[in-house]
Nanobody, 123 residues
Framework: QVQLMESGGGLVQAGGSLRLSCAAS?????????MGWYRQAPGKQREVVAT???????NYADSVKGRFTISRDNAKNTVLLQMNSLKPEDTAVYYC????????????????WGQGTQVTVSA
């Protein structure tokens, strides 16, 4: 199994920055391919924010391109999400994810989830 431990998040004013971090551990952590962040706002479906492969290839939701940056340390099995120029519409619970397969491919399976961390952006 894989366990994901998140940290970061909180309350920030619009235009501010936050950084989320996630550490993966467990007996089969070596089987993880892509890692990433999803978010879910009240009354909405969970959506992908950004993903990153073990080779560093990244994918971003259009709504966060140019504002958010995802990075990964394979040696430490950690993934970071730097969020800049935050907007009220970024308010959501953010979930760390560890997947089998590559995002966008038929083999992609977002199998493992963190407990979620609240990000609130005030206007």
């Amino acid at each position: 199994q894989v366990q994901l431990m998140e940290s970061g998040g909180g309350l920030v004013q619009a235009g501010g920055s936050l950084r989320l971090s996630c550490a993966a551990s467990g007996s089969i952590v070596f089987r993880i391919n892509d890692m990433g962040w999803y978010r879910q706002a009240p009354g909405k479906q969970r959506e992908v924010v950004a993903t990153i492969g073990s080779g560093g290839n990244t994918n971003y939701a259009d709504s966060v391109k140019g504002r958010f940056t995802i990075s990964r340390d394979n040696a430490k099995n950690t993934v970071l999400l730097q969020m800049n120029s935050l907007k009220p519409e970024d308010t959501a619970v953010y979930y760390c994810n560890a997947a089998r397969g590559v995002y966008g491919s038929s083999s992609y399976r977002p199998t493992y989830w963190g407990q979620g961390t609240q990000v609130t952006v005030s206007a």
